[in-house]
Each structure stands twice: as structure tokens, then as C-alpha cells.
């Protein structure tokens, strides 16, 4: 039996066109229960793409307020979560970029240590090994892994990738390929 | 490749370890920090790089049309010494 890779996080069906809706208009409690909803999830998608727990909260808070600022443009709501993993996918993006230059001119800048994460070390070990493994693919391919791995659809990731969903589903085999074998490696 | 190990297996721990990463109430300070009025800072920091950048380029415009208007010049100047050296007595005489 070829390997699988282990069945999505049941995502929620995506948020209430009406709680969209009213986030849109700029009602606050509406605006906070979008933010309570998708946390978790981005920060685990944002984890996984850059590797490191430092930047997740503050890397989170930017994306959910560029939402804030977004949202009035968004004449689709049903599109809501392709196109907030979209600006999150272009968020950490940009990070990495910008940190590649930070560490060409500030190469012993203490700030690069991660910060310790108070979980379960077993739990904290596992999490690293595996998003140490993902670092090794390209941020193309790791998005699309881990927006599989969050419960978005392929039209939904073509959506967000600004692809199509042909490209997607083979860009999508060829990465759990790769990660099954650097997996099977570490093994 | 019947048995192989499955990466994605500690997905739940990946997710478990940012949800801890991030600091309380994450919502809330987003919301203060959306409604809050423009960084002055930034509003400063965008302003000087923007006066920069003209200046560069005004820079960079007059420094192109000063070296045009020297080549045009040295062109000029070349040609009224070659003028100079065809209308001279010495080049008029007969060999």
C-alpha cells in the first residue's frame, strides 16, 4: 500500500457568510469571532512555512489586520479563506525574503534564536522534526502541502496560488513525494 | 514502502505548538492596533524615503543632462578646432 500522507485537519466549512458579511460592514464582535476562528489555523500554517515560533504572533497579527483592511474589497465572501490563506502564503513569504537580507547584514544578530514554546517537549520535538523537513522543500511547494494539510480543496489552493488546479494537484504529488522520502531518510 | 511512516502523523502537534506560540488575546490587540490612527513614525519614515527617492532621481536627471550637454560641447568644440587647423595658414599652403 503506498504511503498516504495522513488525512486533513477537518477544517470548518468555512466561516458563516453572515459572520463575513458583517465583519465586512465593521461590526467589532463579528471582526473578533473571524479573528477567534481562523487563529489557530494560521498560526499553524505560518509556523509551518517559516519553522520558527518567534515571528508567528506578530507575522499573525499583521496578516488578520491586513484582512481588516481587506475586507471591504472582497466582493466574493464565499472566497474568504482562499484569499486569506493567500495574503498569509504572501506574508510569510515576504518574511523569509526580508530575513534572508537581515542575516546577510546582521549575521550574529541574537535575535535569529527561536523562542521556547511551552508545550509537551515530545509534542515540541515532533512539530520541529517535521517542519525541519519542510524547510527543505521550496515555500511553493511547502504552502501547498500545508494548505492540503489545513483542508483547503485544490480549487481552492489554485485559487490562492493563482494556478490551476491541474498544476496544483501534480505540484502537490511531487511534494509529499519529496517529503516522503526525506522522511523516510530521517527514519 | 507497506509500512512507511507517515510525516503528516504530528500535524496536531505542529498545530498545538503555534496555537502556544501565540501570545493572549490576539484578536483584541488586533483590533486596538486596527483602529488606532497611523503610525506617526511610519508616516515619517515613508515620507523621508519618498523625498529621497525624488531627490535621487532629480539628482541622476541633472547629472545625464550635464554629461549630454558635455558631450554635445566637446563635439562642438572638436569640430570648430578641426575648422581652425583646415583654415590656418600652415594648411593652405601649397606643398
Excluded at chain 1, 35 to 44: S, V
Excluded at chain 1, 152 to 158: H, I, Q, V, Y
Excluded at chain 2, 27 to 37: C, E, K, N, W
Aim: charged letters at 25%; hydrophobic letters at 45%; a positive charge.
Amino acid at each position: 500500500m503506498p504511503c498516504t500522507l495522513a488525512s486533513p485537519v477537518a477544517p470548518p466549512d468555512g466561516p458563516p457568510l453572515d459572520l463575513v458579511k458583517a465583519a465586512q460592514a465593521g461590526t467589532l464582535s463579528a471582526q473578533s469571532e473571524l479573528i477567534h476562528a481562523y487563529q489557530a489555523r494560521l498560526a499553524g500554517f505560518v509556523y509551518a512555512m517559516l519553522g520558527r515560533a518567534a515571528p508567528v504572533d506578530d507575522l499573525c497579527q499583521d496578516i488578520f489586520i491586513k484582512m481588516l483592511r481587506g475586507l471591504p474589497h472582497l466582493h466574493s465572501p464565499e472566497l474568504f479563506e482562499p484569499w486569506l490563506f493567500r495574503m498569509a502564503r504572501n506574508a510569510c513569504i515576504d518574511h523569509t525574503r526580508r530575513e534572508k537580507w537581515r542575516h546577510i547584514f546582521t549575521p550574529f544578530d541574537p535575535a535569529t534564536d527561536d523562542m521556547p514554546i511551552p508545550v509537551d517537549a515530545e509534542k515540541r520535538d515532533r512539530a520541529e522534526a517535521l517542519l525541519a523537513l519542510l524547510q527543505r522543500l521550496h515555500p511553493r511547494d511547502r504552502s501547498i502541502l500545508i494548505m492540503a494539510q489545513q483542508g483547503l480543496s485544490l480549487a481552492e489552493m489554485a485559487r490562492t496560488c493563482a494556478s490551476t488546479t491541474t498544476a496544483i494537484k501534480t505540484r502537490l504529488h511531487r511534494a509529499r513525494e519529496r517529503l516522503r522520502k526525506l522522511y523516510e531518510k530521517r527514519a | 514502502m507497506k509500512n512507511a511512516p507517515d510525516p503528516f502523523s504530528v500535524w496536531p502537534d505542529v498545530e498545538h505548538c503555534a496555537s502556544a506560540a501565540l501570545r493572549p488575546n490576539l484578536a483584541g490587540r488586533v483590533l486596538l492596533r486596527f483602529a488606532a490612527p497611523p503610525d506617526e513614525l511610519s508616516l515619517r519614515a515613508t515620507l523621508w524615503v519618498g523625498l529621497s527617492t525624488a531627490a535621487a532621481c532629480l539628482a541622476l536627471t541633472l547629472a545625464f543632462q550635464t554629461w549630454r550637454e558635455h558631450r554635445v560641447t566637446g563635439d562642438a568644440l572638436a569640430q570648430w578646432q578641426d575648422l581652425a587647423a583646415l583654415s590656418s595658414p600652415a594648411s593652405t599652403d601649397a606643398p
